[in-house]
Nanobody, 118 residues
Framework: VQLQASGGGLVQAGGSLRLSCVAS????????MGWFRQAPGKEREFVAS????????SYADSVKGRFTISRDYAKNTVYLQMNSLKPEDTAVYYC????????????RGQGTLVTVSS
């Protein structure tokens, strides 16, 4: 199983980025897919998840109203649209999948760095 994340970069505060995660190697029906992030010196933090089959979503309070998770069933891809970015959103963002919507602890991809300048 592979989860290939991309789309990170440097953006000014208030800007937007879209992360993508292409999944391969198995079907994810019954799984949640989503994103974690980890900032330097901080604990890993759940960001958002989406149920692959129903598209039901969950968000961390810190990103509600600013981030939107979605999935393209045909492309086996999950997206994280990040708007109104803040410097505190700076972190390495990891794509992950699992049967639990908040822990996503069955599969994890490599990270993509998001840096938000003030």
């Amino acid at each position: 199983v592979q989860l290939q994340a991309s789309g990170g970069g440097l953006v000014q505060a208030g800007g937007s980025l879209r992360l993508s995660c292409v999944a391969s190697g198995r079907t994810f029906s019954g799984y949640f897919m989503g994103w974690f992030r980890q900032a330097p010196g901080k604990e890993r933090e759940f960001v958002a998840s989406i149920m692959w089959s129903s598209a039901s979503t969950s968000y961390a309070d810190s990103v509600k109203g600013r981030f939107t998770i979605s999935r393209d069933y045909a492309k086996n891809t999950v997206y994280l649209q990040m708007n109104s970015l803040k410097p505190e959103d700076t972190a390495v963002y990891y794509c992950a999948a699992g049967i639990h919507r908040l822990s996503l602890d069955d599969y994890r991809g490599q990270g993509t760095l998001v840096t938000v300048s003030s």
